[in-house]
């Protein structure tokens, strides 16, 4: 077990995962010593992936996930050990804040920043659908009543909060387009361009910039290396699967077919 732990942290150390990586593995434990399951917060897909890891590192254990509904992007994780025969209660609720939406224009990041506020950490907070008039926004259920009295305002205006039904929100569709493409090389900066369709060096400021992710890691380097599977997201572009890569064209341009998702 213990050199198992020591492996885990020891392959996320320097990333971004790191300090999620030894709170993972603290709850996979717990849930192998107890013999029953452990909840984690909201985790991105990222520290989702890093929960199935650790699992299959570890050894006698189950983990499964949800986010509240059907295509919530932030789930909680429910590390099961192998010999439970019960269901993970994940605790989710959804609150529900509105305002007057002809005076105020507020946005998913003002609605983000407003909880924030509030002084509770990002990870008891899920996934928020925000409209012109209310937003929807998926909590760790222990603190609904703490978010209905302090949640009064978000940005300038006034908002009423309430608790809502999870059953009220509908499964999250998205959008694919298939995209065939030939680039120079398996850059991230040349694929983010042929997939975002934009030129290689607005593809390379954007990396510059900290919006790009490979795999929900920020891209550090335009010249990194891309592999089929691996997915590109951008900062208000959506996101980009590599589905096949097919080989070198004739011209010796490499010819990939990638998924995007909006």
């Known amino acids: ?75 909680r994780a429910a590390f099961c050990h192998e010999d439970f025969a019960g269901t993970p209660a994940f ?14 224009r507020l946005s998913h990041r003002d609605v ?11 990870e008891v907070v899920g996934d928020i659908i925000a409209t012109k008039e209310f937003a929807k926004i998926l909590v760790d259920k222990k603190l ?9 305002r978000i940005g300038d205006a006034p ?21 065939k493409a030939t680039v120079a090389s398996l850059r991230a900066d040349s694929i983010a361009a042929a997939g975002f369709g934009m030129s290689r060096s607005k593809a390379a400021t954007e990396i510059a910039a900290d919006k790009v992710k490979l795999n929900w890691q920020t891209v550090k380097n335009a010249a990194q290396s891309i592999k089929e599977g691996d997915v590109l997201s951008m900062h208000g572009r959506g996101r980009l699967e590599v589905a096949e890569i097919r080989g070198q064209t004739k011209k010796g341009r490499i010819s990939v077919v990638l998924k995007r998702f909006f």
Do not use: C, H
């Open 1 to 75: 077990m213990k050199n198992s732990r020591e492996k885990i942290i020891r392959y996320y150390k320097g990333t971004e995962g790191e300090s999620m990586a030894v709170k993972l593995v603290d709850f996979a434990e717990q849930a192998l010593k107890n013999q029953k399951y452990k909840l984690s917060g909201f985790l991105t897909p990222f520290e989702q992936s890093m929960a199935e890891t650790i699992s299959k590192t570890l050894g006698g254990l189950n983990v499964d996930f949800d986010g509240g509904f059907n295509g919530a992007e932030r789930r």
């Open 91 to 104: 605790e989710i609720a959804v609150i529900k804040a509105e305002w007057n939406g002809e005076f105020a």
């Open 112 to 122: 983000l920043g407003s909880i924030l506020s509030l002084g509770v950490e990002r």
């Open 144 to 152: 609904v009543d703490y978010f209905v009295t302090n949640l009064k």
């Open 159 to 179: 908002v009423e909060t309430t608790l809502d039904e999870l059953s009220e929100i509908a499964p999250k569709e998205e959008r694919v387009k298939e995209i």
